[in-house]
C-alpha cells in the first residue's frame, strides 16, 4: 500500500465513522495508535576497563519536537505532514539515548555507557542533536531518513569530538508500525557508522584523563558536569 493510500485510508475511515456517529446519534473517534523507538540489544552494563559515558536527553529541531510522526512529500519539498493518529509515546529526546547506547555498548574504551541517570557519575557525556526523522514520499517510492549530529563533552565542558551523520532507508511498508520499525534501523546503521570516530575520541580522552584526573580542578569540573541541568526537546505527527 502506498503512503498516499494508507493516509487516505486513514481519513476515508474517519470520515465514515464520523458519517456512522451522526446517523447513529453518538460520538466516536478513531483510535491512537502510540509508537516506542526501542534498542533490539539489553541494558548496558560494565563491560571492563575504560570510561563511563553519560548519554544526555537528545536536542530535536521542529517540526520533529513533537509527539505526532512526521512525513514529507516529496524529498526536497517545504510541505510536511502528521499522522495525526499514529504518534510517539515518549519524546525522541528520551528514546534515542537508549538507541545509541546500544549501539556504543561494546566499543573499544566503553566501559558503561547509558542515558544520564541522577547520583550516577559520567567521565564523558554524549550529546545529540536531531535534525531530520521522517518518511518521505515522493513518485518514485517511499524512504525512512534520519539527520543528526553527535557530540562527546569531556568533564570540563570541552568538545572532544563532533560528527554530523546521516542515513536513509526506501520502504515499501504498508502500516506506520513498519515504518516505524524501518526508523529504528535507520538509526541503528547511522549510530554503527559513528562507532569508529566514537572510539577514537575515547581512546583521546582517556589518555588526556590518565594525566589529569587527580586535580583538585578536574574533581571540582567533574562535580559541576554530574549536576548541571540535562538538555530537553519534543516531537512531531501525522495521520
Sequence with gaps: MSAVARRAGVTF????????????????????????????????????????????????????????????????????????YHRWAAPLSRMLPRIVSAAFRDVEGVRRIEPVASGHRYDVRLYGRVITLEEVDTAGGQHVR??????????????????AASGRSDTSADTVEELVTQARSVAERVFAGQREGFARALASAGQSSSTSSSSPLNRKLRRVAETSTSVSMRLPPRK
Design 13 to 84: 475511515g474517519f470520515l465514515s465513522i464520523a458519517v456512522l456517529a451522526f446517523t447513529s446519534g453518538c460520538k466516536a473517534m478513531p483510535t491512537t495508535h502510540y509508537y516506542v523507538l526501542e534498542p533490539r540489544a539489553g541494558a548496558s552494563d560494565d563491560v571492563g576497563a575504560g570510561l563511563t559515558v553519560g548519554v544526555l536527553p537528545f536536542e530535536v529541531d521542529p517540526p520533529y519536537d513533537q509527539d505526532r510522526i512526521v512525513y514529507r512529500i516529496g524529498a526536497d519539498s517545504p510541505k510536511v505532514g502528521f499522522y495525526e
Design 146 to 163: 534520519m539527520d543528526l549530529v553527535l557530540t562527546l563533552i569531556g568533564s570540563d565542558g570541552s568538545t572532544l569530538w563532533s560528527a
